[in-house]
């Protein structure tokens, strides 16, 4: 079992920055891989990015390549989302998860065995 927890979100203007943490305990993060999700009101989980149990590969949803960037430190058993040039569309609970024994990239919810309890990130217009 892994228990993950996130922080880091709030309320910022269109253009602004937010970092999101996702601490994991229980069991070594370096053997998962990670992402990020989010829901937004109305709508689906989405995908948003991911990172290989290394760190070594990500990958993003289009709508958010060249502003979000995906990192984690296994030394801190911590995985990251810095998001930049905020706009109100991305306004929405985010999650981060993992899987276990997590090879390659996860985009999909099925893939991913453990979730936090989410984050509400909101962007003003």
């Known amino acids: 079992q892994v228990q993950l927890v996130e922080s880091g979100g709030g309320l910022v203007q269109a253009g602004g920055s937010l970092r999101l943490s996702c601490a994991a305990s229980?069991?070594?993060?370096?053997?998962?891989?990670m992402g990020w999700f989010r829901q937004a009101p109305r709508k689906e989980r989405a995908f948003v990015a991911a990172?290989?149990?290394?760190?070594?590969?990500?990958d993003y949803v289009e709508s958010v390549k060249g502003r979000f960037t995906i990192s984690r430190d296994n030394a801190k058993n911590t995985a990251y989302l810095q998001m930049n040039s905020l706009k109100p569309e991305d306004t929405a609970v985010y999650y981060c998860?993992?899987?276990?024994?997590?090879?390659?990239?996860?985009?999909?919810?099925?893939?991913?065995?453990?979730w936090g309890q989410g984050t509400q990130v909101t962007v003003s217009s």
């Open positions: 229980g069991r070594t993060l370096s053997n998962f891989a």
């Open positions: 998860a993992a899987d276990s024994p997590g090879y390659g990239l996860k985009y999909s919810t099925i893939e991913y065995d453990y």
């Open positions: 990172i290989s149990r290394s760190g070594g590969n990500t």
